[in-house]
């Protein structure tokens, strides 16, 4: 199989899928993944939010054009994998889109279907991976459960299409990831030791902050965990505000 060849299948699968922007289609009898160029960027309230609060949760994501979001990504991936990472690998690139290799299933899926094997159950895969990354002196930018990706025994990081100004520390980002990854796992109430994840975290990452940063941010918003819980309010809340409130709560244990 030629470039070419893979290019041209790549292309013919779009025309079928116009409105997607990530999809898989099937080629010589292989499954690759498809995504297209997409902007990025936050918003004037994030922003707002962002230098109000100075949380590094809120840091803004960098605007990129779609081209410039394409190339980031595929740049990133080509990176991470040339230094052991698990994520995909990339065998095409063009100015609309680029092809990568298929990691399997979505982790929640895998979890939730029981194919994971022995080794690979729970969700401390996740916190070695994030950490694994974070040691190798990078950041995801977009940690969710949903972005881990399970296959054949090995767990894998995907989405990296987030970028962020120059100015924002590598600790602030790393940061960020590991209470992205926490954030997630509360919002969907999965069973997790939170205490014990971020000691693994530590110890993969070489980040000793771990426990001393998600503690802070626990006493910093101290005050609005409270009015998170005032009845009335409660009953008007969003999902992702609840979970919020739940994760500070754990926090506050570490």
């Known amino acids: 199989m030629t470039s070419t060849d893979l290019e041209q299948a790549a292309r013919e699968a779009a025309q079928t ?28 309230l994030h922003h707002a939010a962002w230098r109000l609060s100075g949380l590094a949760l809120l840091t803004p994501v960098k605007h990129q054009s779609p081209q410039a979001a394409l190339l980031h990504e595929s740049r990133k991936l ?16 063009t100015d609309d889109f680029f092809v990568m290799e298929d990691t399997g299933r979505g982790f929640p899926s895998a979890l939730r279907e029981g194919l994971l094997e022995e080794s690979s159950r729970g969700y401390a895969p996740l916190f070695r991976q994030l950490g694994h990354l974070h040691r190798s002196g990078e950041y995801h930018g977009g940690s969710q459960i949903r972005n881990f990706t399970y296959r054949k025994g090995r767990v894998y990081l995907i989405d990296f299409e987030e970028n962020f100004a120059e100015e924002i520390s590598l600790e602030t980002l790393q940061f960020r990831d590991l209470f992205l990854l926490l954030f997630s796992l509360a919002k969907d109430r999965h069973p997790v030791n939170y205490a014990a994840m971020a000691d693994l975290y530590a110890e993969t990452s070489g980040n000793d902050w771990a426990r001393e940063h998600l503690r ?15 009845p009335p309010l409660w009953k008007l809340l969003d999902k992702d505000t609840k979970a919020t409130y739940r994760l500070i709560g754990e926090l506050k244990k570490l």
């Open 17 to 44: 899928r116009p409105n997607k922007e990530v999809f898989a289609f099937e080629h010589g009898g292989k499954r690759y993944w498809l995504k297209r160029a997409r902007r990025t960027g936050s918003n004037l």
């Open 78 to 93: 080509r990176r991470l994998r040339e230094k052991g990472i698990n994520v995909p690998e990339v065998f095409l690139v």
């Open 216 to 230: 802070r941010f626990a006493e910093k918003t101290a005050p609005l965990e409270k009015v998170i819980a005032f």
